[in-house]
């Protein structure tokens, strides 16, 4: 009698981390994992879209398989940059995209394929301080300047529209009134490093595997 495969979720989601800078959120998930705090779950491709991403040296010292999507190269040679990225996901057999100060926008072929599987963290409250041009030290300047009592992070699905998908999770952080820019952003980022890993811990599980394993 011919077996038939049977269908099963495959055991441990696959995750893309895309990062564009220092990574200090991919070495917090990446930490996570290795602690226990994030299980059935691995970090199967590190992307980046700078070859200088501080993050992608880092990556690369731990024996994660990292990749350089140039845009600038893409253009060069007048492919889509979206398109090379989606084919490099689904080459790894990528069943989640998780953004870590990745500071491009999907518009295209990823945002199509992965819809629903894509997430961000985002340094404030969402969605005080979100869209265009808000990113990085932007945020914290903008809550400073408007002399805010507190703000935070916030993890959320990624869709068309910049940083309006769906929250999963967020934590408040206060500002001080002696808080810099930099400060201000230290306290955010030390809060995103336990709250990427909750979020992703409680969320994974309730997302279908892109890639379907078969026993
Ligand atoms: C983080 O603060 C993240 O929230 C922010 O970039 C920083 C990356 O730090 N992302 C955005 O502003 C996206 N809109 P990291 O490279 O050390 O993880």
Redesign the pocket.
């Known amino acids: 009698m011919m077996m038939m495969p049977t269908f099963v979720h495959a055991k441990k989601k696959t995750l893309a981390v895309l990062?564009?800078?220092?990574?200090?959120?991919?070495?917090?998930l990446y930490n996570a994992i290795e602690n226990g705090l994030l299980t059935d779950t691995e970090i199967s491709l590190v992307v980046s879209d700078k070859a200088n991403?501080?993050?992608l040296e880092w990556a690369f010292s731990q024996g994660l398989k990292t990749l350089v999507v140039s845009p600038a190269m893409c253009k060069q040679l007048e492919v889509d940059f979206e398109a090379v990225l989606l084919n490099a996901l689904e080459e790894h057999a990528i069943d989640v995209v998780v953004?870590?100060?990745?500071?491009r926008i999907f518009k295209g072929d990823v945002l199509t394929a992965y819809e629903g599987s894509i997430v961000?963290?985002?340094?404030?409250l969402l969605p005080a301080y979100?869209g265009k041009g808000?990113?990085?030290n932007?945020?914290h300047e903008a809550v400073l300047a408007n002399q805010e009592s507190h703000t935070g992070?916030t993890v959320h699905l990624v869709t068309a529209n910049?940083?309006e998908g769906d929250v999963l999770g967020q934590t408040q952080v206060p500002v001080l009134p002696t808080d810099t820019t930099e400060t201000l952003?230290q306290r955010?980022?030390e809060q995103?490093?336990q709250l990427y890993a909750q979020v992703l811990q409680r969320w994974l599980p309730t997302i279908a595997p892109k890639v379907p394993s078969f026993v």
Do not use: Q, R, T
């Open positions: 990062i564009s800078g220092g990574g200090s959120n991919l070495k917090a991403a501080k993050g953004l870590a100060g990745f500071l961000n963290i985002h340094p404030s979100g808000m990113y990085g932007h945020v992070c910049v940083d952003a955010v980022l995103e490093h």
